[in-house]
């Protein structure tokens, strides 16, 4: 019997479903040690050639050998999705849970306002915020905020966040630093970008309690 048969029949023979099973389980939680060690696995020159030796030595140039190829991916894709599945939903919980923390169902913009001028009234004295309200045609008002500065209405498009607002007080519409405020944004935010990441992932109602905001701190 030539070697390629002999090889055939032998792998055949071993590679039983139960028995693939069997090694990928016991070994899927070594996997990336493993190619680890092999992307940094370094051979001497003679290595390489007894390697090369031994290659032509076996060559076989058909086995014709079944595929398990899919049963290999089914069983990965179980294991690793029954241990991933866990981690993400713990890791959503806590997500939601911080922003059920930083969200009500709804907020005046006199306290967004406030938690605004806490940041300066220890260090600073007269207008140090910008929060102006302009009201559209269509019954909807855009909010102009900037937590770090006070800016007079002509220059509202400079201000780092603004927000439209509908007559209900949905949030229609958020920007922050020229980024759209909640859509395909990965990474962490802080004070008022957090907040308003967190208002409109809950649906948070802004509600307009006041269009003259009180800006300064102090007695100013």
């Known amino acids: 019997m030539e070697l390629g048969n002999l090889i055939s029949a032998a792998v055949t023979a071993k590679m039983k479903p139960e028995f693939i099973e069997k090694e990928v389980n016991s070994r899927v939680e070594k996997l990336i040690v493993e190619s680890v060690d092999r992307a940094l696995r ?12 031994v290659e032509d030595a076996l060559k076989v140039e058909r086995l014709d050998l079944p595929s398990y190829g899919s049963m290999v991916t089914q069983m ?9 599945a866990p981690l993400i939903a713990g890791r959503l919980a806590e997500d939601m849970e911080e922003l059920l923390k930083l969200a009500p169902k709804e907020v005046k913009l006199s306290e967004i306002a406030d938690l605004m001028r806490q940041e300066h009234s220890e260090e600073a004295y007269g207008p140090v915020i910008t929060v102006i309200v302009e009201h559209t045609e269509y019954r909807s008002t855009w909010i102009y905020l900037d937590e770090d500065e006070h800016r007079e209405r002509r220059d509202k498009y400079k201000c780092k966040h603004s927000i439209l607002v509908s007559e209900d007080g949905k949030i229609s519409s958020a920007r922050t630093s020229e980024r ?14 957090q907040k308003l990441r967190a208002y409109v992932a809950c649906g948070t ?11 300064s701190v102090g007695d100013y």
């Open 205 to 215: 109602k802004i509600i307009i309690d006041e269009d003259a905001v009180v800006t």
């Open 76 to 84: 990965l894709k179980a294991q690793i999705e029954a241990t991933v």
């Open 42 to 53: 370094s051979y001497s020159d003679t290595g390489k050639l007894i390697e090369k030796a």
């Open 180 to 193: 759209e405020t909640g859509k395909n944004w990965i990474g962490r935010a802080h004070g008022l970008e």
